[in-house]
């Protein structure tokens, strides 16, 4: 079965605290793609990251960074010194060319106070 | 880089009647589009799957003939939801794929929000 686990419904922080969303992923296939959106009020889906399935090497770019452990099947996202333009939906989803289809966690919602 | 239009962003229609949303792939060509609706609070959930010139293919429990799909060419797909009731408000988004290599190039719009009073 393939399938994207967020636990963590919602995340409430101050600002300037780091906050790490975790993202756990079921698939059989070995070759497979590892997205993360943000959504905005507004509605629309940003992209942050793809990953396939045979890199493993972590990413940083600017405050947010991406720890892939294929061991684990976790994909999880940490927003360094998080600022409330931070605050939004962020979905971890997985995309696999054997259903040609991609598949949504149920979401975080990430709520960063002043 | 690639960008996928979809309008209208908002519309608010009478139960009974219908409304189509165009979702148009401006600088590149879709050749599988996919529709999703979003509830309030809730994930996307894929509701078909459309390529071009073919006829779509619809997920376990979406109504075939009250979301009719339409990918009559390479930058264009509609999705026409017929006869709307309100349990059919909700936010709908596209999205255009512009390889068959997987994972790449998927591209979402900006998503319409229906609300049918």
């Known amino acids: 079965a393939q399938k994207v686990t967020q636990a963590q419904t919602e995340i409430s922080v101050v600002e300037k605290e780091d906050v790490t969303l975790d993202c756990v992923y079921e698939?059989?296939?070995?070759?497979?793609?590892l997205f993360w959106y943000k959504q905005p009020p507004s509605g629309e889906l940003v992209f942050l990251i793809r990953?396939?399935?045979?890199?493993?090497q972590n990413e940083i770019s600017g405050r947010y960074s991406w720890n892939f452990q294929k061991s684990t099947s976790s994909f999880n996202f940490t927003i360094t010194a998080s600022q409330v333009v931070d605050s939004a939906v962020y979905f971890c989803?997985?995309?696999?060319?054997?259903?040609?289809?991609?598949?949504f966690g149920s979401g975080t919602r990430l709520l960063v106070r002043p | 880089g690639a960008v996928v239009s979809q309008h209208p962003s908002w519309v608010i229609c009478k139960s009974g009647t219908s409304v189509k949303i165009e979702c148009r792939s401006l600088?590149?060509?879709?050749?599988?589009m996919f529709w999703y609706r979003q509830f309030p609070k809730q994930s996307l959930m894929l509701m078909a799957t459309?390529?071009?010139?073919?006829?779509?293919?619809?997920e376990q429990g979406v109504e075939k003939d009250k979301f009719l799909i339409n990918h009559a060419s390479l930058t264009l797909s509609t999705l026409t939801v017929t006869s709307a009731h309100p349990e059919d408000s909700s936010f709908y988004i596209c999205?255009?794929?512009?390889?068959?290599?997987?994972?790449?190039?998927?591209?979402f719009g900006s998503g319409t929000r229906l609300t049918v009073v």
């Open positions: 990953r396939n399935s045979f890199d493993e």
């Open positions: 999205s255009a794929r512009m390889s068959a290599v997987g994972g790449y190039g998927y591209t």
């Open positions: 698939t059989r296939d070995t070759t497979y793609y």
């Open positions: 600088d590149f060509q879709a050749t599988t």
């Open positions: 459309s390529n071009e010139g073919s006829k779509a293919t619809y």
């Open positions: 989803a997985l995309w696999l060319d054997s259903s040609y289809k991609l598949i």
